[in-house]
Structure formats: structure tokens, C-alpha cells
């Protein structure tokens, strides 16, 4: 299956002042953020890559032009050869397409409509959140519905809390986001290409596509409470480069050992997708 990557936005809140890394190329240990995407969806068998791009194009042409495979895999050296005992992306078709500087991300997509209009379904991804997202489920969900898109959807992330209070200006109750019934955008989209019929020249995936997709019941939910965290700024960049130094990785699936289990639905989310799956089939 194809996967669709927004790569091309200026990311001005990961912005240090320093480099002018596009979002994706920032690194997270020794590779990109990119990378560490495409090496997830690869990891469910998904190697067929369309890059959108836009600013800082260049350094995402470059990083895979001239690709290390040392870098991340083991090898011998041998009277100055190297011999690699494993290989990254060897199996991997990357198409590289420049979307536009300025271009809203319906917009980037509808510029790589070519690359998808004959796929069954495709995959879609901002590009800049990393997740240990059972994909296979969500995939498989969808595939049993007659919805056009479907996006994962994850807690609120924001550590504030939220005051309820009466008329009379006391507080009744504090808690914190994750704890009230709302679901955010999480980045991870399978769509069919019927999406395109939605998307006008210039326009928004999420507010001309998603939402009157929404008010027709044509789009899934996957709700997921596991791991999932943003590279949106400075602060949360540095918090998964941290959490790769001290081993604590579990968006990279492929170094799991093969007899763990992949995380999936608890039993209330199963008996949740039950219902929505019934309901988008009526």
C-alpha cells in the first residue's frame, strides 16, 4: 500500500534559529524523523513511499541520495569493502514530488493524485508524530467499512488542566485533558481515492475533506491510547531524542523482539469500533 508523506512545511515551531531543517530531517537519534515514519510504516510491509515536498526540499533529497546504511546496521569491513549484515531502505521506492512552498496540505495532496488515484486505499501521514499505532488493525478496520477515510485519534496532550465552575464562580471540579471525553487528530490517515472528489484546488484535508466526511458518517476513528508523541516543537523534539537516548523507543516496532505482542485495542475499544463499524455500514 502507498503512503503519502507531508514533507513540505516550514515547521516554524520546530524552528532553533540556527538550522533551516526542514520538520521531518531533524534527527532523532542517528536519523531523521522521517525516517523513523517511513521505517514504522515499512515495518507493517508498507515500502512504497510519495515524499510531498516543499521548503527544505533539498535536504530530504540529499539525505537519500546520499544514503548511510552504516549509520543504522551492522557491518564488517573488509580490506577497506563493506559487507552489511542488514539494510534499511534497499527494498523501499521513494517518489519525490514538490508540492509547493506554500501549498495547505489538501492541496500537497491532490498534487500527488497520480501517484494514488489507482490504489485501492492509500496511506497518509503528516510526517512528524511517532506512534506504536497497531496500523494492521486500523487498516483492517477500515478495509471492512464503506467509509472514505479514517484517522487515529489519540487523548489531548496538553498538560493543562480544566476548571469547572457554576454561575456563582466556585470551583466544582479539576481535571486534566486526557481525562475528559475528547479525541485529537493524530496524524495517521488511510483514505480511498474517492477523497479527491472532496478536496477543492487550494483546500485543507481536515476542514474540506474530513469534516464533511464526518457529517455524511464516511469517516473512522481509530481511537488509540498508547504511545504517541508529536515532534511539533523545539521542547518535544528534544523529549523523543531523550527518550531515544535512554532506550526508551516504543514507536520502533522493528526492534522488538518477534514473540512481544504489538499493542492493540483494550476490550472497550474493540466493543467501540464494533458499533461504529456497524453504524458506517448501514
Known sequence: MKVVLFCGGYGMRMRDGVSDLPKPMHPVGPRPLIWHVMRYYAHFGHKDFVLCLGYGAHHIKDFFLNYSETASNDFVLRGGDVQLLGSDISDW?????HTGLDSPIGERLRRVRRHVQREEMFLANYADVLTDLPL????????RSTAVGALLA??????????EMGDDGLVGGISTLQEMPLWENGGYFVLRPEIFDYLP????????ACR?????????????????QPADTVKERHALEAAYQAGNRPWMLWERDPEEPVPGPDPLQ????????ELVER
Open 201 to 208: 484546488p487550494g483546500g485543507d484535508l481536515i476542514a474540506d
Open 212 to 228: 464533511p466526511l464526518a457529517k455524511e458518517g464516511r469517516l473512522l476513528g481509530y481511537q488509540h491510547r498508547g504511545f504517541w
Open 93 to 97: 521506492t521513494i517518489t519525490f514530488v
Open 270 to 277: 474493540a466493543a467501540i469500533a464494533a458499533m461504529q463499524d
Open 154 to 163: 489519540v487523548p489531548p496532550q496538553s498538560a493543562f488542566h480544566c476548571v
Open 136 to 143: 494492521d488493525s486500523m487498516i483492517d478496520r477500515f478495509r
